[in-house]
């Protein structure tokens, strides 16, 4: 029995090893010989140059294709925005004591999520778009044909999933009795238009900041952790983002909140989809664009 203890922890080192997975090589080869390391986040200067490159990539895409990836990635912001009410929503003792603690929980378990899915595999999201798709159209990299594209499919895109995965969530059942659904709902769709507009844009100032961060990074830890912060924060401070309120909205009225859909359009989607606008292009971009970039110069 003595030599039992040691026997299960050789065991337990061996099969850890067996399994253990090699991290793959961080460099890059070099023209004149040698590896050149990658860096976990790329400077600034080649962080933007970077986000117009990806931007222009996203609006030459088939209005089909970034449609798709629409529909895809409202599904996930959908599915973070589930998880958020199921559990920061799921909290009124914690509310009733501590209301600070509580917003913590509501941002910290849910939207991260769904943004990490939707920057992971190439989804197509409007409200990162109105920043990423700027850039490359104030850069001379697509036109302005491309830039309508782009935003239009992805926010109807956007729409589709959204609404769908709304729809499967109040079929599911999971939600239970849980009032948190609509009176989420409810709240956003009784904004004044003006405070749901600065809302717009506080919010996607942060996401696009998130998104803008982690298309820098070069290893999965960095884009999540680049994602974490900015957006647990604007679901924590009850700032409103136009394809999160897709699939909250429309969950509400499911569940019985009395809104008509002609509200959820003029009194939140509206103003909040111009505000995110503003917060993508104008907050984020345009101070990047104008100091990495050719914003506001004169061409020669």
Not at 204 to 209: A, D, E, I, R, T
């Amino acid at each position: 029995m003595l030599g039992l203890k040691p026997l299960i922890l050789y065991l337990l080192a061996r099969s850890s090893s067996a399994f253990a997975v090699k991290q793959p090589s961080t460099t890059r080869l070099q023209m004149g010989g040698g590896d050149v390391p990658i860096p976990d986040l790329k400077p600034p200067a080649a962080l933007y140059q970077g986000s117009v490159t990806a931007g222009a990539a996203k609006a030459k895409g088939s209005w089909g294709k970034i449609f798709n990836l629409g529909i895809v990635s409202g599904c996930h912001i959908g599915f973070g925005a589930y998880l958020a009410i199921t559990v920061g929503g799921a909290c009124p003792g914690i509310a009733a004591e501590n209301p600070g603690l509580q917003k913590m929980i509501l941002g910290a378990f849910g939207l991260p999520f769904g943004l990490i899915m939707t920057l992971a595999t190439g989804g197509e999201l409007f409200t990162g778009n109105t920043a990423l798709v700027t850039a490359a159209y104030k850069e001379g990299e697509i036109e302005m044909k491309d830039l309508i594209k782009n935003w239009l499919a992805s926010y109807i895109g956007n729409l589709v999933g959204s609404v769908f995965l709304a729809y499967l969530a109040f079929k599911s059942g999971t939600l239970g009795s849980g009032p948190a659904s609509v009176a989420i709902a409810t709240a956003k769709s009784n904004l004044p238009w003006d405070v749901a507009f600065v809302r717009g844009i506080l919010c996607n100032w942060l996401v696009c900041m998130a998104v803008y961060m982690a298309s820098g990074c070069s290893t999965m830890i960095g884009k999540m952790t680049a994602v974490w912060f900015p957006i647990s924060a604007f679901v924590a401070l009850g700032l409103d983002h136009s394809v999160a309120n897709m699939f909250i909205i429309p969950l509400g009225i499911l569940r019985g909140a009395e809104i008509t859909v002609s509200q959820m359009f003029v009194k939140n989607l509206i103003p909040v989809t111009l505000g995110n606008i503003v917060g993508g292009a104008l907050c984020v971009m345009a101070p990047f664009g104008s100091t990495f970039g050719n914003w506001g110069k004169k061409k020669e």
